[in-house]
């Protein structure tokens, strides 16, 4: 039973670029939740998705956007790239149903913006 | 505001040593309280939950946890620590209030474990 997959692992890209992490949730999870963790510092919450739509967002800007497709999957899409935005990009499953927000983990997407 | 405290950012212990992390958490209702381990280059992994009920919960690798409504405290514990213990370890509340279902999160404490 695959986890939680994002691609792609690691990623570079200059400031003003745009980027596209993909995210495929454990199976039976129906709900994609997208972390951002700079370097030495815990997991902010970017936004959750459930049935396709964004139902709860943390406090980033509106360059940061996401997508959810109906097998469940996720993307989370940065505009206009800046140097702060470099971070690991952890994207984590749940079912909705389950009742409190127990969320697995995939290994995330190392974004380095130069 | 929902907060989580993480007082120790870097700990080291002997191999064999007992660990005790300490995190405390700032929230007006019940909290569901979780601590994650992340080693280097990898996920977060689930060590173990508080929901309600037991206050003190056993969790994967040998870890537990003890909840303590009155001091706002969920402090992880394990009684003979291994050197493959050495990583990040995170503390969060999540609550399950209407459609907030986001986990806040301390900084995190770095765990160094000597041979």
């Known amino acids: 039973d695959a986890g939680v997959t994002q691609s792609p692992t690691h990623l570079i890209k200059t400031r003003g670029q745009q980027v596209t992490l993909r995210c495929s949730p454990k199976?039976?999870?129906?709900?994609v939740s997208w972390y951002q963790q700079a370097l030495g510092q815990g997991p902010q919450f970017i936004f959750q998705?459930?049935?396709?739509?964004?139902?709860q967002r943390g406090n980033f800007p509106d360059r940061f956007s996401g997508h959810q497709f109906p097998n469940y999957s996720s993307e989370l899409n940065v505009n206009a790239l800046l140097l702060g935005d470099s971070a690991l990009y952890l994207c984590?499953?749940?079912?909705?149903?389950?009742?409190?927000?127990?969320?697995?983990f995939g290994a995330g997407s190392r974004l380095t913006v130069l | 505001a929902q907060s989580v405290t993480q007082p120790d950012i870097h700990i080291t212990v002997s191999e064999g040593a007992s660990l005790e992390l300490r995190c405390n958490y700032s929230?007006?209702?019940?909290?569901?309280l979780f601590w994650y381990v992340q080693s280097p280059g990898q996920g977060l992994q689930l060590l173990l939950k508080?929901?309600?009920?037991d206050t003190l919960v056993q969790g994967i690798k040998g870890f537990e946890a003890e909840f303590k409504r009155s001091q706002s405290s969920f402090n992880l514990r394990k009684p003979s620590v291994h050197w493959s213990d050495a990583a990040e370890y995170f503390c969060?509340?999540?609550?399950?209030?209407?459609?907030?279902?986001?986990?806040?999160w301390g900084l995190g404490t770095s765990l160094a474990v000597n041979p």
């Open positions: 984590a499953s749940s079912f909705r149903d389950s009742g409190a927000n127990v969320l697995t």
């Open positions: 199976s039976g999870h129906d709900t």
């Open positions: 998705y459930y049935e396709e739509e964004e139902r």
């Open positions: 929230y007006g209702a019940t909290p569901y």
């Open positions: 508080y929901f309600s009920g």
């Open positions: 969060a509340v999540g609550t399950n209030a209407g459609n907030n279902r986001k986990l806040i």
